[in-house]
């Protein structure tokens, strides 16, 4: 099984900026697709930002602009850039992974899930 290390959440004023990192253990097996998802108090866990093995990207309109997804494939890391952060961005952040065992058999991993909250 995969596990996943969050980092780098914390408080910050509006208009700040944070970068978070997921390290996935997955040495034995194939990552697949990568994602960050949130949820705020109340709210549901939505979608903030995915990105396949190959690089494609794909952002939720809220975010656009402002943040930015990447990884590192042969770290098994991906970064969150959090720029000009609001204080609607205020909430858990939680890694998302898809991975393939040597079976060829797909699984998802989720982090633990790292606190950002952006202050007016």
């Known amino acids: 099984q995969v596990q996943l290390v969050e980092s780098g959440g914390g408080l910050v004023q509006a208009g700040g900026s944070l970068r978070l990192s997921c390290a996935a253990s997955?040495?034995?097996?194939?990552?697949?697709?990568m994602g960050w998802y949130r949820q705020a108090p109340g709210k549901q866990r939505e979608l903030v930002a995915g990105i396949t093995s190959g690089g494609s990207t794909n952002y939720a309109d809220s975010v656009k602009g402002r943040f930015t997804i990447s990884r590192d494939n042969a770290k098994n890391t991906m970064y969150l850039q959090m720029n000009s952060l609001k204080p609607e961005d205020t909430a858990v952040y939680y890694c998302?992974?898809?991975?393939?065992?040597?079976?060829?058999?797909?699984?998802?991993?989720w982090g633990q899930g790292t606190q950002v909250t952006v202050s007016s």
């Open positions: 998302h992974i898809t991975y393939q065992s040597s079976l060829g058999i797909t699984f998802p991993s």
């Open positions: 997955a040495s034995r097996f194939s990552v697949n697709a």
